[in-house]
């Protein structure tokens, strides 16, 4: 009687913890009376199957399928080729048990939208929901019940080629673009046949590779973690993410997918996830790599003991489980619950009862003039305007000549970024095109200048993931015409002004892609000095997936806007901006490097014992600066804001209280324009050493030229909180800083008091 109460009290926590998303489909007892029946049924072989994905389908898949051998596939696309398969799992195999589709939907489906960096930008989460419902939508209608999305790694390093595909370096502006993501994937209901399951990636800490060397050795403290490198992933699961996925770095010792601390004490014990965690490709069989397993089986056991519960691509859970389980090694009831966690993402999916995919919806849901909208719009919210002296941007529509010059002007595929899903070079817009439809009437000349080439790749792992789905083309072709930089001199020297676009090929970043130098690559910096030296204006659009050296192009640059890969309507969007039909709004996700050597550079860096300081014996270099060029929050656009009247609310707040802090923005300029108002604090003292300062909100706010709005913020005591040595949350009473701001380098500053509770 009273186990039966403890379970019945376990039970309905359990269905307490469970979020809104799932509830339709987990927060009742018949879905987990269905799987425990299904459990119960379940052969040892069945229930292993359930545990293996593998990517892409072959000649052996659909033996796999008939045979209950296989859970997931994933890079399988097509509503009819993915129903076609589902047919076998369910009419073919013994316990009909639905196959669940995954793919990497990084930054759109088809619709390509601009890499999550550039996004991240915008500072404006209900566009990044939005864009997510999208590419949800369109995944599904092509069979797509899972994405390996949102890739949430905190990223201070720019060497780090997956930096493009993350959130930038904020742990709470990536906490509230995570949950943003995941609502926009999964909608109201999972189970929706428009939503798809999302998948936070990759827990964790995999940003923080040393040397910014992609799976390289992550050695970082627990307050860290804590505080920089899980908060994103937090939030994901407090929105109710469906899976999480366990990324490939050793994590202090213990790779990330054996590791009992993140997966077991944090992930299941302190956040009560209950979703299903998959590894990353191949990473259970890289173990034995690591040094941490021996052989093949104990990779699975220390890995699924861990608390992966679905093996990526490398098939060692099919070949080792069962005889574990037999041979006594693996409990059988470590086995059953990672069944049950994949058949629970199953049930809330909804693909027990809805297992097809509609075929008519591929042809009504991709790529519509309304997900083009939507896309151009992120892209030019995501256009981060860093330099326009003389006020040189907008351009007059009617500038006479214009040269468009640089070998990303007129380059397709690499408008749409390294991480495409099923995006089409075919269907981008460069900005060589942009700007052409922009200004009909307006003389424009192009000069590709230099070429740009790949990289010569530096390794070839066997058993590594295929290279990702770019849609760069294997020819190696970059961009039309051909190249010459005394021609590029010549179209400058007719034009009354010049647009370079210059930077990196989207293949220059994201997985395997890390650099050593922020260089621009090839020929680029020499193009630019000959065009420079024209003496015509010249305004820089630099298109990368991390921030570039552009020290020289500072300081002789008039005009400088970072497009990052803005996706399928790319040129379309630059040409918005730089002629003033839309006014820059985008801010930088990351501390902007002078170079490469001030790398790690991050603006909520410890104060240390020296703050840096001209005398010599304090934190810095003897070369070089230790501030960024461009801090974290920076963003200019075509207008001017002022603030004032900042109000702290403070009648000393408690853990348990908000603050409340108000300040009042004026547009001072003649155009309309979107100013991203940020808040900042600090704890003056507390028992571990604070950063000296913390994003804690941020607001978009468009006002006309004239109008002035009170911003206003509430934070919640309890997140001015911090871990003390012990790592225990704690709100430290004291007086704190607060600053409202346009920029984590800038604001209007107060003080507040948080008492003893
Ligand atoms: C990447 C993951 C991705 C997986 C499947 C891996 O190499 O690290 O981000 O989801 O491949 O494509």
Do not use: C
């Not at 630059?574 to 996700?589: H, K, M, N, T, Y």
Request: proline content about 6%.
């Amino acid at each position: 009687m009273v186990r039966v109460r403890g379970a019945i009290i376990i039970f309905v926590l359990i269905l307490l913890a469970i979020p809104a998303a799932w509830s339709q489909s987990l927060g009742n007892a018949a879905t987990e009376q269905r799987i425990n029946a299904l459990i119960q049924q379940m052969t040892l072989d069945e229930k292993v199957g359930q545990l293996v994905q593998y990517s892409s389908a072959n000649g052996q898949t659909e033996g796999q399928v008939r045979d209950g051998k296989v859970g997931s596939l994933f890079n399988v696309l097509g509503a009819q080729t993915t129903n076609d398969l589902q047919k076998i799992a369910l009419e073919k195999s013994r316990l009909k048990i639905p196959i669940l589709f995954g793919y990497d939907v990084i930054h759109g489906y088809r619709t390509t939208f601009p890499v999550p960096i550039a996004s991240a930008g915008s500072f404006d989460p209900e566009l990044i929901e939005a864009s997510e419902r999208i590419a949800a939508k369109e995944a599904s209608a092509a069979g797509v019940k899972w994405v390996f999305a949102p890739m949430l790694d905190i990223a201070r390093d720019p060497r780090w080629g997956r930096m493009v595909e993350g959130p930038g370096q904020d742990p709470y502006l990536a906490s509230v673009i995570a949950a943003a993501r995941v609502r926009g994937f999964q909608g109201q209901n999972m189970a929706d046949p428009e939503s798809v399951v999302a998948s936070a990636k990759h827990y964790v800490a995999y940003g923080a590779a040393e040397g910014g060397r992609d799976y390289n050795t992550v050695d970082i403290s627990e307050q860290l973690l804590r505080e920089v490198y899980l908060p994103p992933f937090h939030a994901a699961v407090k929105a109710g993410v469906g899976t999480i996925m366990a990324s490939f770095e050793d994590l202090n010792g213990v790779p990330a997918t054996a590791n009992h601390h993140t997966l077991g004490d944090i992930l299941r014990g302190e956040w009560n996830f209950q979703g299903m965690v998959v590894s990353d490709y191949g990473a259970v069989d890289e173990l034995m790599q690591h040094g941490v397993a021996g052989d093949e089986a104990m990779a699975s056991l220390k890995a699924i003991s861990a608390g992966v519960d679905m093996d990526m691509a490398d098939g060692a859970y099919g070949r080792t489980l069962a005889s574990l389980v037999q041979s006594g090694k693996l409990p059988v009831s470590v086995l059953d619950e990672a069944v049950r966690r994949v058949l629970r993402i199953k049930f809330a999916a909804g693909i027990f009862d809805h297992p097809y995919t509609d075929p008519s919806r591929e042809k009504t849901e991709i790529l519509t003039p309304e997900n083009l909208t939507v896309a151009r719009k992120l892209a030019q919210e995501s256009i981060v305007l860093l330099r326009n002296q003389n006020n040189i941007l907008p351009l007059n529509k009617n500038a006479g000549t214009i040269a468009v010059i640089g070998p990303l002007a007129d380059d397709q595929a690499d408008q749409l970024g390294p991480w495409a899903g099923q995006g089409k070079a075919e269907d981008a817009v460069t900005p060589l095109q942009g700007i052409k439809s922009k200004v009909p009437n307006a003389k424009v000349i192009y000069a590709k200048g230099v070429d740009l080439e790949d990289f010569p790749s530096n390794s070839t792992v066997s058993g590594a993931a295929p290279a990702p789905a770019t849609a760069t083309g294997a020819s190696g072709a970059h961009g039309t015409g051909s190249a010459s930089i005394p021609d590029a001199v010549e179209a400058a020297n007719k034009a009354d002004v010049v647009v370079m676009f210059l930077g990196e090929l989207a293949g220059m970043t994201g997985e395997a892609s890390s650099r050593a130098t922020l260089n621009l690559p090839g020929k680029q910096k020499e193009l630019l000095e000959a065009v420079v030296a024209t003496g015509k204006p010249v305004v820089l659009v630099l298109e990368s997936g991390r921030p570039l050296d552009i020290r020289w192009a500072n300081d002789h640059v008039s005009a400088i806007m970072q497009g990052w890969f803005l996706g399928v309507q790319a040129g379309n969007a630059i040409a918005d901006v730089l002629f003033g039909d839309v006014s820059p709004s985008a801010r930088l996700p990351l501390s902007w490097p002078l170079s490469v050597g001030q790398i790690p550079i991050y603006y909520d860096h410890k104060n240390t014992g020296r703050p840096t300081s001209p005398d010599r014996w304090h934190t810095g270099y003897l070369d070089e600066s230790s501030q960024p060029l461009f801090p974290f929050g920076y963003g200019l656009t075509y207008t001017t804001f002022k603030y004032g009247n900042l109000h702290v609310e403070n009648s000393g707040i408690s853990a348990k209280g908000d603050l409340h802090v108000t300040a009042e923005i004026q547009n001072t300029g003649t155009r309309e324009a979107t100013e991203v108002v940020q808040l900042y604090v600090h704890d003056r003292v507390a028992p571990t050493s604070r950063p000296v300062k913390e994003l804690k909100g941020f607001s978009r706010v468009t006002l006309a030229p004239g109008a002035s709005k009170a911003v206003s913020f509430t934070v919640h005591g309890e997140d001015l909180g911090s871990y003390d040595p012990q790592m225990k949350w704690i709100v430290p009473p004291g007086t704190y800083d607060v600053w409202i701001g346009p920029s984590s380098a800038e604001g209007l500053h107060g003080t507040f008091d948080v008492t003893p509770e």
